[in-house]
């Protein structure tokens, strides 16, 4: 009786064994899309949360929700937009790094990720993040009301510098980089404005609309509507060459001889830091697919949106390279409160 009692618990002992040797082989496994099974094997078992750290409407809004349509074909689970608002970004960005590592909250940086830290708006750094991969880049538009007085950027410049800062320009928040576009802007030509900062470019295009400002440094995918429905009118392109989004509106250069610093905004997807890497990586595979969807194209380029997608390692690269640009560029600018 012993030794059948032996046995008996032998044999649980060693199927226990297995069992346990089974479930740690299999956490190993390597799916059909090239991530790893064990505990990721479901991912993603639900919806999965994308933060936009500005009002709807804007640019990075319209961006983030036609990639989460996309998305959503390759995850085959909803993704939910979030707009967190405030402090010029810092409010989203904040809780997109503190959220769990679990891969079911990403976060759509602006690239203000990299200029809040310097400006001593933002207590944290890119650093605070995995990236998964970037989707966009857009030029600085100087656009003003169509009944405006300033048909070309020569005659706008002209008249800021004669007023000084008599002229208020709307921006996307304080430290934003459509405020860094018009203060560049500035310091390249020798004007002053009234900057008057809004929770993104899409309110500061609507108090444009309303009369409330009187020109905006936006890109061309959040002035384009209104400039084809001739309530705007786009005086100049920020960069070294026109933008598609914009036939017919001269660069900076071209329109007043001016080669003031290119200021452009880019946008990229990321997750919290401590995420493992397994999920990272397939979400990076899946957004870099979405990316190619042709109804995601088709509404960037409708849009005016620039399509530029990095995987996660060039990411990465574009956000130390505009941390140490902007770190240099702010104090420079006289803009620092650290």
Same mark, same amino acid.
């Given at each position: 009786?012993?030794?059948?009692? /032996?046995?008996?618990?032998?044999?649980?002992?060693?199927?226990? %064994?297995?069992?346990?040797?089974?479930?740690?082989?299999?956490? &190993?496994?390597?799916?059909?899309?090239?991530?790893? #099974?064990?505990?990721?094997?479901?991912?993603?078992?639900? !919806?999965?949360?994308?933060?936009?750290?500005?009002?709807?409407? #804007? @640019?990075?809004?319209?961006?983030?929700?036609?990639?989460?349509?996309?998305?959503?074909?390759?995850?085959?689970?909803?993704?939910?937009?979030?707009?967190?608002?405030? @402090?010029?970004?810092?409010?989203?960005?904040?809780?997109?790094?503190?959220?769990?590592?679990?891969?079911?909250?990403? *976060?759509?940086?602006?690239?203000?990720?990299?200029?809040?830290?310097?400006?001593?708006? =933002?207590?944290?750094?890119? &650093?605070?993040?995995?990236?998964?991969?970037?989707?966009?880049?857009?030029?600085?538009?100087?656009?003003?009301?169509?009944?405006?007085? /300033?048909?070309?950027?020569?005659?706008?410049?002209?008249?800021? +510098?004669?007023?000084?800062?008599?002229?208020?320009?709307?921006?996307?928040?304080?430290? %934003?980089? /459509?405020?860094?576009?018009?203060?560049?802007?500035?310091?390249?030509?020798?004007?002053?404005?009234?900057?008057?900062?809004? &929770? #993104?470019?899409?309110?500061?295009?609507?108090?444009?609309?309303? #009369?409330?400002?009187? !020109?905006?440094?936006? %890109?061309?995918?959040?002035?384009?509507?209104?400039?084809?429905?001739? +309530?705007?009118?786009?005086?100049?392109?920020?960069?070294?060459?026109?933008?598609?989004? =914009?036939?017919?509106?001269?660069?900076? +250069?071209?329109?007043?001889?001016?080669?003031?610093?290119?200021?452009? *905004? /880019?946008? @990229? =997807?990321?997750?919290?830091?401590?995420?493992?890497?397994?999920?990272?990586?397939?979400? %990076?595979? *899946?957004?870099?697919?979405?990316?190619?969807?042709?109804?995601?194209?088709?509404?960037?380029?409708?849009?005016?949106?620039?399509? =530029?997608?990095?995987?996660?390692?060039?990411?990465?690269?574009?956000?130390?390279?505009?941390?140490?640009?902007?770190?240099?560029?702010?104090?420079?600018?006289?803009?620092?409160?650290?």
């Amino acid at each position: 009786m012993k030794g059948k009692t /032996w046995r008996t618990v032998c044999s649980l002992s060693i199927a226990s %064994s297995l069992a346990a040797a089974l479930t740690a082989c299999q956490g &190993e496994v390597l799916k059909q899309d090239g991530s790893r #099974g064990g505990d990721t094997a479901d991912f993603p078992a639900r !919806a999965i949360t994308l933060i936009v750290p500005y009002s709807v409407g #804007g @640019g990075t809004d319209i961006t983030a929700r036609a990639l989460a349509k996309a998305a959503e074909k390759e995850l085959h689970q909803p993704v939910t937009v979030v707009n967190r608002t405030g @402090g010029g970004g810092s409010i989203g960005l904040m809780e997109g790094a503190g959220a769990k590592g679990d891969g079911y909250t990403v *976060t759509y940086l602006p690239a203000e990720l990299t200029i809040l830290p310097h400006l001593g708006l =933002l207590p944290i750094t890119y &650093e605070k993040f995995t990236p998964i991969a970037q989707t966009n880049y857009d030029p600085s538009a100087i656009t003003v009301r169509a009944e405006a007085p /300033w048909k070309t950027a020569s005659e706008f410049l002209a008249y800021a +510098k004669d007023h000084p800062g008599e002229l208020k320009m709307g921006n996307a928040g304080t430290g %934003s980089i /459509w405020h860094l576009a018009a203060v560049t802007l500035e310091k390249g030509t020798g004007v002053t404005f009234s900057h008057i900062p809004f &929770e #993104g470019a899409g309110p500061a295009v609507s108090a444009l609309l309303s #009369g409330f400002v009187d !020109a905006v440094p936006v %890109s061309p995918a959040e002035v384009k509507t209104f400039v084809e429905q001739g +309530k705007l009118r786009t005086l100049a392109i920020n960069d070294d060459k026109p933008s598609e989004a =914009l036939p017919g509106v001269p660069t900076l +250069k071209e329109a007043a001889g001016i080669q003031a610093r290119f200021i452009g *905004t /880019w946008r @990229g =997807l990321a997750v919290p830091k401590d995420t493992p890497d397994d999920i990272a990586e397939y979400l %990076s595979k *899946t957004f870099m697919k979405a990316a190619e969807d042709r109804e995601f194209k088709d509404t960037m380029k409708a849009n005016g949106l620039g399509l =530029l997608v990095k995987d996660a390692k060039g990411f990465h690269q574009q956000l130390k390279e505009s941390h140490d640009q902007f770190s240099k560029l702010i104090p420079e600018l006289g803009l620092s409160r650290k």
